[in-house]
């Protein structure tokens, strides 16, 4: 089998060696039935983490996002969304499909909505309009290669989300990333949301899972809509035990993973047919503008491929690399040489 620098996302890490043993040696019950004591210690670990009252293990970011919503709407209600958003653009329009809400989608500056356009959009119902409900924001932000929505713009928003008696889900799938850029923790950016989910799949490296936080009341609710999700699992502490050493571990080392971002963006950033900007890489999401008149993006990436890098093309004519703790610097340094190489011979 072909040895691959898998650069398509941080979702492929890897479990550690440790999280196989804690895999292994996990005790489990029933959690649908709610006597899984491994899911209830990460369950508690990780609503101390964000400074919750209550915390849910569920399978995936986008079910936990779909929980959150359909807890804090109800059908007809309006939700604020960033035009971007993970949520509103790549997570299969449960929005409209399970919430049954209607998305309000707003520009940005690098995920950052303006709040007075947050406050303009807000509405009022009628027979003809909708009621807003939710302002929904994202941390890091994907779709703008990851990046940090400063504290302050989140802070202006929710204020605004206070005035006008709004609830505030936080996508924080990737948010001990904003935190490692940051400096800001986790707990202060948590704090901004009524809510808060995290993946723990990503690059905290544990094999499955995310995390959603809040009030007891609305995670017993949220119990409810998982389960008619199918997302209530049994003896599901085997795959929560990797997650716990995920929050206990793997947090730390994230900024390792934003240094060879910065490392790699730097070194393509002038290569023909490469548009970017590496001060927008903060990080561990590159994404840059492809345009050469020899090479399309299929070929470049085929190309990419042959030379044993992973990489995923994304819409409007980009091209997306994501740096995780299985790539290190050989696998950087191996992406650099394959970029000069294949445009030096184009």
Not at 63 to 72: K, L, R, T, V
Not at 161 to 170: C, E, N, S, V
Request: charged share 25%; with cysteine.
């Amino acid at each position: 089998m072909a040895e691959y620098s898998d650069f398509r996302s941080d979702t492929v890490t890897r479990p550690t060696a440790k999280m196989r043993k804690a895999m292994a040696e996990a005790e489990v019950g029933d959690d649908v039935l709610g006597d899984d004591p491994t899911v209830q210690k990460l369950e508690s670990l990780a609503a101390e983490k964000m400074g919750k009252e209550a915390a849910m293990y569920v399978p995936s970011g986008t079910m936990a996002n779909s929980i959150a919503i359909n807890g804090w709407t109800k059908e007809l209600d309006e939700v604020i969304v960033e035009e971007r958003a993970h949520l509103y653009n790549m997570e299969s329009t449960h929005l409209t499909f399970i919430a049954r809400v209607l998305p309000r989608p707003l520009p940005s500056n690098r995920g950052a909505m303006d709040p007075d356009e947050v406050e303009r959009s807000i509405r009022k119902p009628g027979v003809h309009i909708p009621r807003t409900s939710l302002i929904c924001v994202e941390n890091t932000h994907n779709n703008w290669s990851g990046a940090v929505v400063p504290m302050e713009n989140l802070k202006a928003i929710r204020k605004i989300a206070d005035k006008h008696d709004l609830k505030m889900h936080f996508d924080g799938a990737r948010v001990f990333n904003a935190s490692a850029a940051s400096g800001i923790p986790v707990k202060e950016y948590a704090a901004l949301g009524d809510s808060i989910m995290f993946c723990l799949s990503k690059g905290l490296s544990a094999p499955v899972g995310s995390m959603l936080t809040g009030p007891k009341d609305f995670i017993d609710f949220g119990r409810r809509v998982r389960k008619a999700l199918g997302g209530g699992m049994r003896q599901v502490g085997v795959l929560a035990a990797p997650g716990i050493v995920a929050l206990t571990e793997m947090v730390d080392r994230l900024k390792e993973d934003h240094e060879r971002a910065k490392k790699l963006a730097l070194a393509i950033a002038e290569l023909p047919g490469v548009s970017l900007n590496p001060d927008h890489v903060e990080t561990n999401i590159i994404i840059f503008g492809f345009n050469h008149p020899k090479i399309s993006i299929p070929e470049f990436l085929s190309k990419l491929k042959e030379e044993g890098i992973l990489a995923l093309a994304t819409s409007g004519g980009r091209i997306r690399f994501v740096t995780h703790k299985d790539v290190g610097d050989r696998d950087i340094d191996k992406a650099i040489s394959s970029f000069r190489k294949i445009l030096a011979g184009a």
